[in-house]
């Protein structure tokens, strides 16, 4: 990825991928007819395709942090992890985080867990006999006993520093390692790995040509649509220069997404596309390691975004919404940056598999029952997306193993490349369920108590719930790029428009060879 232009002289700060402890984040999940944990990281997912398991999680509750009177400075975020759930319901955890490959290490964190309690109890037994000393204090007492209960006070204050001490350091090493935990799947995901993952949904057949097909390299390089050479020089692998139509291209495809989407009632927005690090981490993404996908900014605490999905997700981050608010539905455009760590090979050349691209991206804050008909929402909003276009693609319902950490659910387009002579994916659409709004902080307020939990808080006002949140790609760009060109390509080297984007691009019909256009 680019650092962009503008970091100049003395602010110029080089982009690296830093070292980062092997800990993840964390989440259990709710789905509209139950609750769960959402613990904070980025690992793997739980399925279980048993229907007994729900009744486990129905007794998912929010955990509340210790509070000390101790000056360490504490973990800078924590999110509402339920420990209580997670040691009364070891087995269904332990199998979700084998179902999602996770090297989460659940016997550390309930070793961690029970430390933590016995030392909170300690402290806790210290603070009372410490207020019982001052309580004494008041009174009318002789020297001797006052100077007594001085240095018995002096004493437990020391102590009490001490274990308040110890337990912010397991606190936040509890916090750690518990953030490795993903979160709960639901239970129709196939559990294995990718290729066990099931196909949902088939549109129409692979485009026949009486001629040899050429992959968008070729065609790029013949209707000079692209710079590869030049950028790679400029930036290094990996980027690239759109030239002539293909910026026109480029354009068309986010203009006339984002109006498809907004007639859906999406708010469109731009997004920064630098974050803080723990934004990134809130939203499930391991902003350093050695296989990390974030460029991290060296000497500061900001990512380049991998995904508009990050500063969206960020926009309500410790907010409290009005059940009335929901659902909230954006449509973002960004650049997105990745390292692409560990990607080589024919399959990701050209186009497919960059540094630095164009995308728009959905994104829905719900209440927690509605999820997953808003999931099923974003999926066919994609599809038609694609059916306009006249692609030929399938849908997947993605195995326990592909899912990310923040995922409860995910599914991905996979479109034809007839130049690659393969399915490339070109979307996915998750339900995250109440995973990043844990760590994020983002809650709603029921109008009324529900039968279901007629519970009230202070105030009279019913108990917050944490929202759900759902992401979906609307258009992946580059990608989008490779499947018009190779799909559309003619014999005599042109490319057609499909009709959906030639109003945006100014009536354009085709992209002719350059010396067609001399003619």
Not at 44 to 52: A, D, E, G, L, T
Not at 242 to 266: H, Q
Not at 487 to 512: K, T, V
Request: charged fraction near 25%; charge should be neutral.
């Amino acid at each position: 990825m680019s650092l962009p232009s503008y970091f100049g002289g003395t602010a110029l700060q080089a982009l690296r991928m830093a070292a980062f402890p092997a800990s993840c984040f964390i989440g259990i999940s709710k789905s509209h007819f139950f609750k769960t944990l959402t613990l904070n990281c980025f690992s793997c997912h739980y399925n279980n395709n048993k229907r007994p398991f729900l009744s486990l999680l129905t007794r998912a509750l929010s955990a509340t942090a210790p509070t000390t009177d101790s000056k360490v400075k504490p973990h800078q975020w924590k999110a509402a992890i339920d420990f209580k759930w997670i040691r009364d319901n070891k087995d269904a955890v332990s199998l979700n985080i084998k179902n999602r490959n996770s090297n989460a290490n659940l016997e550390l964190v309930l070793e961690l867990y029970d430390k933590m309690l016995a030392v909170q109890k300690e402290v806790d037994e210290l603070r009372r006999e410490r207020n019982a000393v001052a309580n004494k204090m008041k009174g009318k007492l002789e020297p001797s006993e006052r100077q007594k209960l001085v240095e018995e006070g002096k004493n437990l204050k020391e102590g009490l520093v001490t274990l308040e001490e110890d337990l912010i350091r397991l606190t936040d090493e509890l916090q750690q390692e518990a953030q490795c935990i993903p979160n709960m799947t639901h239970p129709d995901v196939p559990i294995g790995v990718e290729d066990s993952s099931v196909v949902r949904k088939m549109v129409g057949s692979p485009p026949e040509f009486s001629f040899p097909v050429k992959d968008h390299l070729q065609l790029g390089k013949e209707l000079d649509l692209f710079d590869f050479d030049a950028a790679a020089e400029v930036s290094g692998s990996k980027f690239y220069y759109l030239k002539n139509e293909a910026v026109l291209l480029e354009m068309a495809l986010i203009n006339w997404t984002l109006s498809e989407v907004m007639k859906r009632g999406f708010t469109p927005l731009t997004t920064p596309e630098l974050v803080r690090s723990s934004v990134v981490e809130k939203c499930g993404f391991q902003p350093r390691g050695d296989n990390t996908q974030v460029y991290s900014v060296e000497g500061s605490d900001q990512c380049l975004i991998g995904t508009a999905e990050i500063p969206v997700g960020g926009i309500h981050m410790d907010s409290i919404l009005a059940d009335s608010m929901l659902p909230l539905k954006y449509v973002a455009f960004s650049h997105c940056f990745r390292t692409e760590a560990g990607a080589a090979g024919t399959a990701t050349r050209g186009l497919y598999r960059v540094h630095q691209f164009s995308k728009i991206e959905m994104f829905i804050l719900c209440q927690s029952e509605e999820s997953d008909s808003y999931h099923e929402e974003l999926i066919r909003i994609e599809e038609d997306l694609y059916s306009s276009l006249g692609l030929h693609y399938k849908t997947l319902d993605m195995a326990s193993g592909d899912l990310g950490a923040p995922a409860y659910r995910k599914f991905d387009v996979e479109a034809w490349m007839p130049g690659l002579g393969r399915y490339g994916e070109i979307s996915s659409a998750s339900n995250c369920t109440d995973y990043q709004s844990r760590r994020l902080g983002i809650r709603y307020r029921p109008t009324e108590s529900t039968a279901a939990n007629p519970k009230k808080s202070k105030g009279n006002l019913p108990p917050t719930k944490f929202v759900h949140t759902l992401n979906a790609t609307a258009c992946a760009v580059p990608r989008m790029i490779i499947c018009l060109l190779e799909n559309y390509q003619q014999e005599d080297g042109s490319i057609i428009i499909p009709e959906p984007l030639r109003p945006f691009m100014g009536g354009l019909q085709f992209i002719a060879p350059k010396f067609l256009l001399h003619k």
